[in-house]
């Protein structure tokens, strides 16, 4: 669909401001018209969601905004097959679930059988009929032990139980590595240099078939998710659904920035979570150690990581993350990204971090040390 924006008008406008409204982002209704008070309360929401903030209604914000109609208690939440009920209220629910120490697994918005699950046992526990949906005297028992009840985070735990029995040889486990954009019209970041015109889908798609050659060399079985020119754009959602039903270890996609000033450059890492402490830690983890090999080897600026709850972060059963390899606007940055030697040294250390994931905290070694020929020997030995 091509994205709603403000000078728009129509009965398409007066549904986002109307949910815009609901969700208080916006005071005044009845209008048609996307002004400028719409794009502001459209920017903050994206903002709330961790989606990209342009004040476009695109795909992604659209199913967000969709799905943010329904708050919790205005509906009876059940699971429902095939098609599973999606909405903010599952999401609050199942943060406060987490919250709680009830496993629903990832706050994905989504009534799958785990939210079932997690809720029978909560009924159980408070002695209410265990029929696993959210009904009125559900909510009543949520609503009465208020904020009071927090527990361990399960779902974190677990991913990291789970994580830690795999082991810590890498041959044979699968890694997903998703070169961003690709397909159709969607290149991403485009920037016209001279005769040249640079663009991110390209470059990152070289960057994952470096990776993949790499990766593949170290024993690991490993995927990507779009070949170098697709006939269709893809979702984070289809990425995200790709990955699971390869049963991934880790997914790492691979992006770069673009911003209106060239003065903007440095490399980002982001993992699944939401602003109030839910967080994958081992996602957490493996962003950290990308993020620290690649300053470290590369030199390049530190953005930091970050939490996010973009759909491929969300909906990915294992631990993922997304790298930001630098700004191709950024004159600093491009220089470095076009040189393939460069994209080298950038495989390099994403090959390191992975390669860290694995290796033993207690025998762990400073960052940007790692031999990976040395490392591997170490793991095949250990394992
Ligand atoms: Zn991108």
């Known amino acids: ?108 918005s989504i009534y799958g059988p785990r939210t079932a699950r997690a809720v029978a046992q909560f009924q159980r526990e408070v002695g209410l009929t265990q029929d696993g949906s959210c009904g009125p005297q559900t909510m009543k028992a949520l609503r009465r032990l208020g904020r009071k009840v927090v527990g361990g985070r399960p779902q974190w735990l677990r991913e990291a139980e789970a994580f830690r029995q795999a082991g810590t040889n890498l041959m044979g486990k699968t890694i997903v590595i998703d070169p961003g954009h690709g397909g159709g019209e969607d290149l991403g970041v485009v920037v016209p240099e001279g005769p040249l015109r640079w663009t991110e889908a390209d470059l990152v798609f070289d960057l994952a078939a470096r990776l993949e050659g790499r990766l593949a060399a170290a024993g690991m079985r490993v995927h990507l998710t779009r070949g170098p020119h697709p006939a269709q754009p893809m979702t984070g959602a289809e990425r995200a659904t790709l990955a699971n039903s390869l049963g991934a270890d880790l997914l790492i996609s691979l992006h770069l920035d673009g911003h209106h000033s060239e003065a903007a450059h440095g490399v980002a890492t982001y993992h699944y979570g939401t602003g109030n402490g839910l967080s994958s830690t081992v996602g957490e983890r493996l962003a950290n150690l990308v993020q620290r090999e690649i300053v470290v080897r590369t030199g390049m600026r530190d953005c930091r990581i970050h939490s996010k709850t973009w759909e491929l972060l969300r909906l990915t059963r294992m631990p993922a993350v997304r790298v930001d390899l630098g700004y191709l606007t950024s004159p600093i940055d491009r220089d470095r990204l076009v040189n393939p030697l460069f994209r080298e040294q950038i495989v390099e250390a994403i090959l390191a971090a992975v390669q860290r994931m694995y290796y033993p905290v207690e025998i762990d070694v400073p960052t940007g040390s790692i031999d990976v020929r040395q490392l591997r020997v170490a793991l095949g030995a250990g394992s």
């Not at 209008?31 to 709330?48: G, M, Y």
């Not at 969601?49 to 799905?67: C, M, S």
């Not at 098609?83 to 406060?96: F, K, S, Y």
């Open 1 to 108: 669909m091509r994205s709603i924006r403000r000078g728009d008008s129509g009965p398409a406008v007066a549904e986002i401001r109307s949910i815009l409204v609901g969700l208080e982002l916006l005071s005044e209704e009845g209008s048609e018209v996307f002004d400028d008070a719409t794009d502001h309360a459209v920017r903050a929401f994206q903002q709330s969601r961790g989606i990209g903030v342009d004040g476009l209604v695109g795909d992604e914000t659209w199913g967000a905004l969709d799905a943010a109609r329904w708050r919790l208690g205005a509906r009876t939440l059940f699971h429902s097959v095939p098609n599973a009920l999606v909405g903010e209220d599952v999401r609050t629910l199942q943060e406060r679930l987490l919250e709680m120490g009830y496993d629903t697994g990832r706050a994905d």
